[in-house]
Protein backbone atom coordinates (compact mmCIF):
# COMPACT_ATOMS: atom_id res chain seq x y z
CA UNK A 1 0.00 0.00 0.00
CA UNK A 2 1.39 3.54 -0.66
CA UNK A 3 -0.61 5.61 0.96
CA UNK A 4 -1.40 5.56 4.90
CA UNK A 5 -3.09 7.39 7.75
CA UNK A 6 -1.03 10.20 8.82
CA UNK A 7 -1.86 11.88 11.95
CA UNK A 8 0.84 13.25 14.11
CA UNK A 9 3.27 13.85 11.38
CA UNK A 10 5.00 16.23 9.98
CA UNK A 11 3.89 18.19 6.46
CA UNK A 12 6.93 17.05 4.76
CA UNK A 13 5.48 13.61 5.38
CA UNK A 14 2.43 14.12 3.95
CA UNK A 15 3.96 15.38 0.97
CA UNK A 16 6.46 12.26 0.58
CA UNK A 17 2.99 10.61 0.76
CA UNK A 18 1.09 12.44 -1.57
CA UNK A 19 3.65 11.75 -3.83
CA UNK A 20 3.86 7.94 -3.48
CA UNK A 21 0.25 7.56 -3.56
CA UNK A 22 0.88 9.60 -7.44
CA UNK A 23 3.87 6.90 -8.23
CA UNK A 24 1.85 3.73 -6.71
CA UNK A 25 -2.12 4.81 -6.99
CA UNK A 26 -2.08 6.93 -10.00
CA UNK A 27 0.54 5.56 -11.69
CA UNK A 28 2.27 9.15 -12.66
CA UNK A 29 5.07 9.40 -14.55
CA UNK A 30 8.56 10.18 -12.26
CA UNK A 31 8.67 13.26 -13.73
CA UNK A 32 5.49 14.86 -13.58
CA UNK A 33 5.80 13.45 -9.77
CA UNK A 34 8.86 15.48 -9.53
CA UNK A 35 7.11 18.86 -10.56
CA UNK A 36 4.39 17.96 -7.95
CA UNK A 37 7.17 17.74 -5.47
CA UNK A 38 8.58 21.15 -6.58
CA UNK A 39 5.36 23.06 -6.53
CA UNK A 40 4.28 21.78 -2.64
CA UNK A 41 7.77 22.74 -1.93
CA UNK A 42 7.82 26.03 -2.94
CA UNK A 43 3.96 26.55 -1.95
CA UNK A 44 5.68 25.25 2.05
CA UNK A 45 8.17 27.74 1.41
CA UNK A 46 5.74 30.47 0.83
CA UNK A 47 3.75 30.25 3.44
CA UNK A 48 5.98 29.97 6.08
CA UNK A 49 8.27 32.61 5.31
CA UNK A 50 4.89 35.49 4.58
CA UNK A 51 2.23 33.63 7.56
CA UNK A 52 4.51 31.39 9.43
CA UNK A 53 2.19 28.19 9.12
CA UNK A 54 2.57 25.12 7.46
CA UNK A 55 0.52 23.22 5.39
CA UNK A 56 -2.15 21.95 7.82
CA UNK A 57 -3.16 25.41 8.88
CA UNK A 58 -3.69 27.13 5.22
CA UNK A 59 -7.25 28.56 4.40
CA UNK A 60 -8.76 29.57 0.72
CA UNK A 61 -7.51 32.94 0.82
CA UNK A 62 -3.96 31.98 1.53
CA UNK A 63 -4.31 30.40 -1.84
CA UNK A 64 -5.75 32.60 -3.38
CA UNK A 65 -2.58 35.11 -2.05
CA UNK A 66 -0.09 32.66 -3.67
CA UNK A 67 -2.14 32.52 -6.89
CA UNK A 68 -1.97 36.39 -6.45
CA UNK A 69 2.30 36.65 -5.93
CA UNK A 70 2.59 34.10 -8.74
CA UNK A 71 0.77 36.43 -10.93
CA UNK A 72 2.55 39.88 -9.94
CA UNK A 73 5.84 37.58 -10.68
CA UNK A 74 4.85 37.33 -14.28
CA UNK A 75 4.99 33.54 -14.30
CA UNK A 76 3.40 32.00 -16.98
CA UNK A 77 -0.59 31.14 -16.57
CA UNK A 78 0.55 27.75 -17.80
CA UNK A 79 2.87 27.37 -14.49
CA UNK A 80 0.18 28.94 -12.30
CA UNK A 81 -1.90 26.48 -13.12
CA UNK A 82 0.22 23.75 -12.64
CA UNK A 83 0.98 24.59 -9.33
CA UNK A 84 -2.61 25.25 -8.55
CA UNK A 85 -3.22 21.51 -10.10
CA UNK A 86 -0.68 20.23 -6.90
CA UNK A 87 -1.81 22.25 -4.21
CA UNK A 88 -5.37 21.18 -5.36
CA UNK A 89 -4.29 17.38 -5.82
CA UNK A 90 -2.67 17.74 -2.30
CA UNK A 91 -5.40 18.65 -0.20
CA UNK A 92 -7.73 16.42 -1.98
CA UNK A 93 -5.64 13.54 -0.74
CA UNK A 94 -5.54 14.64 2.73
CA UNK A 95 -8.61 15.33 3.13
CA UNK A 96 -9.29 11.79 2.14
CA UNK A 97 -7.33 10.38 4.17
CA UNK A 98 -8.65 12.62 6.98
CA UNK A 99 -5.35 14.74 7.75
CA UNK A 100 -7.23 17.43 7.38
CA UNK A 101 -11.26 18.02 8.11
CA UNK A 102 -12.08 20.30 5.65
CA UNK A 103 -10.64 20.84 1.74
CA UNK A 104 -9.19 24.25 1.78
CA UNK A 105 -8.49 24.09 -2.11
CA UNK A 106 -11.91 22.64 -3.31
CA UNK A 107 -12.93 26.14 -4.65
CA UNK A 108 -10.23 26.99 -6.23
CA UNK A 109 -10.29 26.70 -10.39
CA UNK A 110 -6.65 26.69 -12.01
CA UNK A 111 -6.02 29.57 -14.40
CA UNK A 112 -6.97 29.04 -18.21
CA UNK A 113 -3.73 28.09 -19.60
CA UNK A 114 -3.00 29.88 -22.82
CA UNK A 115 -2.73 27.25 -25.96
CA UNK A 116 0.27 28.46 -27.14
CA UNK A 117 0.95 27.00 -30.65
CA UNK A 118 4.21 24.65 -30.78
CA UNK A 119 6.66 26.04 -33.21
CA UNK A 120 7.85 23.79 -35.92
CA UNK A 121 10.03 23.59 -38.58
CA UNK A 122 9.85 23.75 -42.58
CA UNK A 123 10.31 20.47 -44.30
CA UNK A 124 13.98 22.14 -45.55
CA UNK A 125 14.89 22.90 -41.85
CA UNK A 126 14.20 19.52 -40.79
CA UNK A 127 16.46 17.78 -43.71
CA UNK A 128 18.72 20.72 -42.91
CA UNK A 129 18.71 19.70 -39.23
CA UNK A 130 18.79 15.78 -39.80
CA UNK A 131 21.76 15.80 -42.10
CA UNK A 132 24.04 18.03 -39.37
CA UNK A 133 25.67 15.69 -37.60
CA UNK A 134 29.05 13.82 -38.91
CA UNK A 135 28.44 10.22 -39.52
CA UNK A 136 32.13 9.30 -39.87
CA UNK A 137 31.66 9.50 -35.69
CA UNK A 138 30.52 6.87 -33.53
CA UNK A 139 28.44 9.92 -31.21
CA UNK A 140 27.75 11.45 -34.63
CA UNK A 141 26.10 7.94 -36.09
CA UNK A 142 24.16 7.96 -32.85
CA UNK A 143 23.03 11.79 -33.12
CA UNK A 144 21.58 10.70 -36.89
CA UNK A 145 20.15 7.62 -35.79
CA UNK A 146 18.09 9.49 -32.50
CA UNK A 147 16.73 12.25 -34.98
CA UNK A 148 15.52 10.54 -37.57
CA UNK A 149 13.86 8.16 -35.12
CA UNK A 150 12.85 11.13 -33.37
CA UNK A 151 11.57 13.04 -36.83
CA UNK A 152 10.04 9.47 -37.85
CA UNK A 153 8.02 8.75 -34.74
CA UNK A 154 6.83 11.78 -33.05
CA UNK A 155 7.94 10.00 -29.40
CA UNK A 156 8.50 12.44 -26.55
CA UNK A 157 11.82 12.68 -25.25
CA UNK A 158 11.49 11.04 -22.38
CA UNK A 159 10.41 8.38 -24.14
CA UNK A 160 13.66 8.14 -27.27
CA UNK A 161 15.69 7.82 -24.05
CA UNK A 162 13.97 5.50 -22.49
CA UNK A 163 14.07 3.05 -25.49
CA UNK A 164 15.75 -0.20 -24.83
CA UNK A 165 17.66 -2.76 -26.66
CA UNK A 166 14.80 -4.70 -28.65
CA UNK A 167 12.09 -1.83 -28.64
CA UNK A 168 12.41 -1.18 -32.28
CA UNK A 169 12.46 -3.89 -34.99
CA UNK A 170 13.84 -2.32 -38.05
CA UNK A 171 12.84 -5.71 -40.06
CA UNK A 172 9.44 -4.69 -39.64
CA UNK A 173 9.54 -0.87 -39.15
CA UNK A 174 7.62 -0.48 -35.37
CA UNK A 175 9.05 1.02 -32.42
CA UNK A 176 7.38 0.49 -29.28
CA UNK A 177 7.48 3.05 -26.04
CA UNK A 178 6.21 4.04 -22.95
CA UNK A 179 3.51 7.23 -22.65
CA UNK A 180 2.41 8.83 -19.92
CA UNK A 181 0.91 6.68 -17.37
CA UNK A 182 3.04 3.90 -18.33
CA UNK A 183 1.32 3.33 -21.69
CA UNK A 184 2.58 0.93 -24.26
CA UNK A 185 1.98 2.20 -28.03
CA UNK A 186 3.49 0.79 -31.31
CA UNK A 187 4.51 3.62 -34.02
CA UNK A 188 4.97 3.12 -37.36
CA UNK A 189 8.92 3.89 -38.31
CA UNK A 190 10.12 4.81 -41.91
CA UNK A 191 13.08 2.81 -43.32
CA UNK A 192 15.42 5.71 -43.29
CA UNK A 193 15.50 5.95 -39.47
CA UNK A 194 15.51 1.97 -39.52
CA UNK A 195 18.48 2.19 -41.41
CA UNK A 196 20.00 4.36 -39.22
CA UNK A 197 19.29 3.01 -36.12
CA UNK A 198 20.72 -0.37 -38.00
CA UNK A 199 24.12 1.63 -38.57
CA UNK A 200 24.42 3.11 -35.21
CA UNK A 201 24.09 -0.75 -34.17
CA UNK A 202 26.26 -2.38 -35.83
CA UNK A 203 29.11 0.43 -35.99
CA UNK A 204 28.66 2.88 -33.34
CA UNK A 205 27.06 1.70 -29.97
CA UNK A 206 29.63 -1.38 -29.30
CA UNK A 207 32.39 1.22 -30.01
CA UNK A 208 30.87 3.95 -27.28
CA UNK A 209 29.54 1.20 -24.94
CA UNK A 210 33.99 0.13 -24.88
CA UNK A 211 33.31 -3.11 -23.39
CA UNK A 212 30.21 -2.34 -21.05
CA UNK A 213 26.78 -3.60 -20.40
CA UNK A 214 24.40 -1.59 -20.82
CA UNK A 215 20.88 -1.99 -21.94
CA UNK A 216 19.64 1.03 -23.14
CA UNK A 217 19.32 1.72 -26.91
CA UNK A 218 21.16 4.97 -27.01
CA UNK A 219 24.31 5.56 -24.95
CA UNK A 220 26.55 8.24 -23.89
CA UNK A 221 30.27 8.68 -24.61
CA UNK A 222 30.58 6.59 -21.20
CA UNK A 223 28.79 3.90 -21.98
CA UNK A 224 25.34 4.89 -20.00
CA UNK A 225 21.81 5.73 -21.04
CA UNK A 226 21.82 9.53 -22.47
CA UNK A 227 19.76 11.34 -20.29
CA UNK A 228 17.10 14.47 -21.67
CA UNK A 229 19.62 17.07 -21.01
CA UNK A 230 22.12 15.05 -22.73
CA UNK A 231 19.65 15.18 -25.63
CA UNK A 232 18.82 18.70 -25.19
CA UNK A 233 22.31 19.69 -25.77
CA UNK A 234 22.88 17.85 -28.87
CA UNK A 235 19.50 19.39 -30.39
CA UNK A 236 20.32 22.76 -29.44
CA UNK A 237 23.99 22.24 -30.74
CA UNK A 238 23.11 21.13 -34.27
CA UNK A 239 20.76 24.02 -34.50
CA UNK A 240 23.09 26.47 -33.82
CA UNK A 241 25.79 24.92 -36.36
CA UNK A 242 22.95 24.75 -38.97
CA UNK A 243 22.17 28.42 -38.28
CA UNK A 244 18.37 27.74 -37.53
CA UNK A 245 17.16 30.93 -35.63
CA UNK A 246 14.12 29.37 -34.45
CA UNK A 247 13.56 28.08 -30.96
CA UNK A 248 14.76 24.89 -31.47
CA UNK A 249 13.59 22.60 -27.97
CA UNK A 250 13.91 19.09 -27.41
CA UNK A 251 10.31 18.62 -28.73
CA UNK A 252 10.35 20.92 -32.17
CA UNK A 253 10.98 17.15 -33.85
CA UNK A 254 7.64 15.80 -32.27
CA UNK A 255 6.00 19.02 -33.28
CA UNK A 256 7.36 18.70 -36.65
CA UNK A 257 6.09 15.21 -37.10
CA UNK A 258 2.33 16.12 -36.05
CA UNK A 259 2.30 19.27 -37.99
CA UNK A 260 3.98 17.91 -41.44
CA UNK A 261 1.61 14.00 -40.96
CA UNK A 262 -1.36 16.74 -40.85
CA UNK A 263 -0.37 18.66 -43.80
CA UNK A 264 0.02 15.98 -45.82
CA UNK A 265 -3.53 14.46 -45.32
CA UNK A 266 -3.22 12.58 -42.39
CA UNK A 267 -6.09 11.95 -40.06
CA UNK A 268 -6.42 13.40 -36.79
CA UNK A 269 -7.36 10.07 -34.90
CA UNK A 270 -4.09 8.67 -35.97
CA UNK A 271 -2.13 11.31 -35.45
CA UNK A 272 -3.41 11.37 -31.81
CA UNK A 273 -2.74 7.58 -31.21
CA UNK A 274 0.50 8.15 -32.52
CA UNK A 275 1.38 10.87 -30.60
CA UNK A 276 0.15 8.90 -27.31
CA UNK A 277 -2.18 12.19 -26.42
CA UNK A 278 -5.16 10.66 -24.38
CA UNK A 279 -6.79 13.74 -25.40
CA UNK A 280 -7.61 14.61 -29.03
CA UNK A 281 -8.07 18.33 -28.22
CA UNK A 282 -4.20 17.99 -27.24
CA UNK A 283 -3.27 16.76 -31.08
CA UNK A 284 -6.15 19.12 -32.70
CA UNK A 285 -3.58 22.29 -31.65
CA UNK A 286 -1.76 20.97 -34.52
CA UNK A 287 -4.62 21.77 -36.62
CA UNK A 288 -4.39 25.24 -36.18
CA UNK A 289 -0.49 25.19 -37.89
CA UNK A 290 -1.72 23.34 -40.60
CA UNK A 291 -4.61 26.13 -41.30
CA UNK A 292 -2.07 28.49 -42.86
CA UNK A 293 -0.76 26.05 -45.21
CA UNK A 294 -4.69 24.97 -46.38
CA UNK A 295 -5.21 29.43 -46.93
CA UNK A 296 -1.57 29.23 -48.65
CA UNK A 297 -2.73 26.46 -50.88
CA UNK A 298 -6.18 27.65 -51.27
CA UNK A 299 -4.82 31.58 -52.29
CA UNK A 300 -2.74 29.50 -54.81
CA UNK A 301 -5.34 27.43 -56.87
CA UNK A 302 -8.65 28.36 -56.01
CA UNK A 303 -9.60 30.59 -59.38
CA UNK A 304 -12.11 32.71 -57.05
CA UNK A 305 -9.48 33.17 -54.31
CA UNK A 306 -8.09 36.49 -55.25
CA UNK A 307 -11.97 38.23 -55.54
CA UNK A 308 -11.31 40.03 -58.31
Not at 33 to 42: A, F, W
Not at 46 to 66: A, C, K, Q, R, W
Not at 69 to 88: C, E, H, T
Request: charged residues 25%; aromatic residues 8%.
Amino acid sequence: MCSVHLEGVDTLTWIDEFLAYLSCERGLARNTIESYGRDLVQFEEFINDTYGIHLEDVSEDIILSYIKVMRDLGKANSSISRSVSSIRGFYGFAHHEGLMEEDPATNISSPKREKTLPQVLSAQEVTTLLEAPATHTPSGIRDKAMLETMYATGMRVSELVSLDLGDIDTHMGYAKCIGKGSKERIIPMGSVACLWVETYLRSARGRMLQGRREKALFVNCRGKRLTRQGFWKIIKGYARKCGISKDVTPHILRHCFATHLLENGADLRSVQEMLGHSDIATTEIYTHLTKGKLKEIYDRTHPRAGGE
